[in-house]
């Protein structure tokens, strides 16, 4: 809150910049935040972002550098030679945060960068982190904890804590194991400090604790730790050796990315892109979706196509083909939100298809009798055809109860056959509601001209 | 991870339970944490829930009760005395876990249930909670901290925090603060274990520390704590004096909730609705938009109503209606998704509305070319009307470059006037670029049909 980004201040910073006024800089950034510098060079040129991380602590700009978005680090990276890197912005970062960072350089680089590390226990920690898959609680965790044996007292593990504490920015748990290194329990830091200094810790700790394997996917462990409500969590192998720790503050950009991902797909985006991407990697992410929504509209034409005819002797049907179509769109895409927001959250309830679909249908047919009671209303006043008023109404009735039951029903059939179900929202959803939607105005209204006329 | 909620489970544990076999019941629930015990509960009648919670401690009760979703809360709790609630489920909360609760009661059944408490300091840390606006720091934070004076050591500081942190699940730092209780600065709980025994606390606290005022936005607080990798923030009021404290496990919900509101809104659903919630609500959440809709489609019913002698002539224009207003709402939707979770990151540049547009305009290009293409080859092959194969291919252009600029230009303005930009994407931007989509076909139409005939 204390710290906005405004225009002023960014232009300020670049006329400082630009003076290469050490004195000035050094005061711009004295007080500032690493996760605030981030913000402002998130805004600069590399060469200005370069004179800014010149002025810091090799401490202070490896915080900046791990606060910074993706690409922008790596431009600025792609700046510095291996040496610099690692002298520079790796060595005083936790492991799980340095490869984090080198995980985007290219292959050569990387080793390169790793190779020049003077501390060859973080060399071992990044290296082994980097190799676990992209996804996993692997790669999310990092390896710095305090780790000790069972079979000592309260007083040699606040030692022992005293010595492995150092450089780390936080402690929220002392884990303990066996001999084997198998974790054994958890101590936290409270009980540490309120237990009799000459209790055995294996007396004290908690031994019915929640972990989680080093393969398990990055989004279970981000549900596991909000559903049970964990700050940190210990990462085990396949013997149950303690490996690593996740803290809540890595599982919230899982949490959140998870959560937009299911938005993006309904927007029809099919990569996570954000605006200052390159104009390559934001057309990637949408053409496919657009092409698919093409041929929808291309089937869309073959449906009307084949009522040419009608419309030539009835050319107001023309006019509500827009109408039926986005309405089809629409409750098909509130349908599937709600069923894959429910999924998402668990909050779907397990009472099987066949309830969730009665259930919608319900709410579609309320929705479907005052959509068509407004159109019927609107038409009786407006247009003279009245088999186009029944039409029209009828049509969009059976249109928003289908569409309803359909985005109800794809993705729970997704779901089951564990494919993403958000990639049954959105384009995908609406084109198919498009085609039959269409399909069902036309028949209807052959039928009520036939009829009426 | 551990823990699955199979069908079998349930039915095996609605089978105990009708049962009424205490032993079987005890066996069941002794191994599990209360947020799995909640989980089981989500699913069960009332009657039966009643039984768990029934042979569960009141410690164990108040926890599962506080990890359940609010509507099933509520109609659990609904079933109690104010009595009952008070000793069963309040008294062994975290203040803002009560408060949660309590929240949900109606005036009356609040009140009642906080006459009944005993602890009467818990009692006032909860009615000055609930008096905090609803999506302030007040109504997030919790009372319960371990606050001590800076002039102590810290021998004195543990000594206090050993008394202090009797009931607290978790601590994560010790707050100092000055006679007039107000906020001086934080101490880790590592280092109070790493100091000099004999230190002043004023010598080695942390002053330089991000704190929250009681009436800052929650998701000004979230994003904050997200940026800082921040734990837990203290909160304080107008005067500088700590009130209480805000821990990630809260903020996290508050990250979530907001990352599917803008999901929500994109889909076309005004209120934050479950397939769990009744019929009634989710239809009220999902009306509104779908009347939005409609309104369009009427207008875009008049708009190619203008059109009607042309469509007499050229039946085959109708054929391509679908298309091009499916793709205007597509690239509009794809267009302000980009820019709406832009500005919910923080990574959207500071460079202003122009270089935006115009960067929006380049892929806007792209992807029109190659859709306009892609129709053209197939309407040239299938199609006999050159006319008609022009106008759709430039339609569709016109559209996409069109849409893409209103997706991008509508979400960065309403945020230039502090209107929720999410409100810009979904229903609305579709059914404008509905309509104005299906004005520029018809136009293009007729100038081509005009030409080439």
Same sequence: chains 1, 2.
Avoid at 195 to 221: F, G, M, Y
Avoid at 368 to 384: H, K, M, Q, T
Wanted: charged share 25%; net charge negative; aromatic share 8%.
């Amino acid at each position: 809150m204390q710290f906005e980004l405004t225009k002023e201040l960014l232009s300020k910073t670049k006329e400082i910049i630009a003076s290469g006024d050490e004195k000035l800089i050094l005061e711009l950034i004295n007080d500032l935040h690493p996760a605030d510098i981030s913000e402002i060079i998130f805004e600069l040129e590399i060469d200005e972002a370069r004179v800014i991380l010149h002025h810091l602590t090799a401490k202070g700009a490896s915080e900046v550098i791990s606060h910074l978005d993706d690409d922008v680090r790596l431009d600025i990276l792609n700046s510095y030679t291996p040496l610099e890197i690692a002298e520079k912005f790796i060595e005083y970062l936790e492991s799980d945060d340095a490869a984090d960072i080198l995980q985007d350089l290219d292959d050569k680089k990387k080793e390169e960068v790793i190779s020049y590390l003077e501390d060859l226990e973080q060399a071992g920690q990044i290296v082994d982190l980097l190799s676990y898959d992209d996804g996993s609680a692997g790669s999310l965790m990092g390896k710095e904890l305090v780790k000790v044996y069972d079979n000592i007292t309260v007083t040699e593990a606040v030692r022992q804590l005293r010595k492995q504490a150092g450089e780390l920015d936080n402690i929220y748990s002392i884990y303990v194991v066996d001999k084997m290194e198998r974790l054994l329990g958890i101590l936290s830091l409270k009980k540490l400090l309120v237990a009799d200094q000459r209790s055995l810790l294996s007396s004290i700790i908690k031994t019915d604790i929640l972990s989680v394997k080093v393969s398990a996917k990055d989004v279970d462990v981000a549900s596991m730790m909000q559903k049970y409500d964990l700050v940190a969590v210990p990462v085990i192998d396949e013997l149950g050796r303690l490996v690593g720790r996740i803290t809540i503050d890595d599982v919230v950009d899982v949490i959140r990315d998870e959560a937009e991902k299911d938005y993006q797909l309904a927007s029809g985006l099919s990569e996570n892109v954000e605006s200052s991407d390159s104009i390559w990697l934001i057309t990637r992410a949408r053409i496919p979706w657009l092409i698919l929504g093409l041929i929808g509209g291309i089937f869309g034409a073959r449906v009307i196509g084949v009522f040419e005819y009608d419309i030539q002797l009835y050319p107001e049907m023309a006019f509500f083909i827009p109408l039926v179509a986005a309405m089809g769109g629409n409750v098909g895409v509130q349908s599937s939100a709600i069923v894959v927001q429910g999924l998402a959250n668990n909050s779907i309830g397990m009472d099987g298809i066949l309830p969730k679909l009665l259930k919608e249908f319900s709410v579609a047919l309320i929705n479907a009798l005052v959509c068509a009671a407004i159109v019927l209303v609107y038409n009786l006043i407006f247009s003279d055809s009245l088999a186009l008023s029944y039409t029209v109404s009828l049509a969009l009735m059976a249109v928003i109860i289908f569409a309803a039951l359909f985005g109800t029903f794809i993705p729970l059939a997704l779901q089951k056959y564990e494919i993403d179900p958000a990639l049954a929202t959105g384009p995908f959803i609406t084109t198919v509601n498009d085609i039959l939607g269409l399909f069902i105005y036309f028949s209807i209204g052959r039928l009520m001209y036939g009829f009426l006329s």
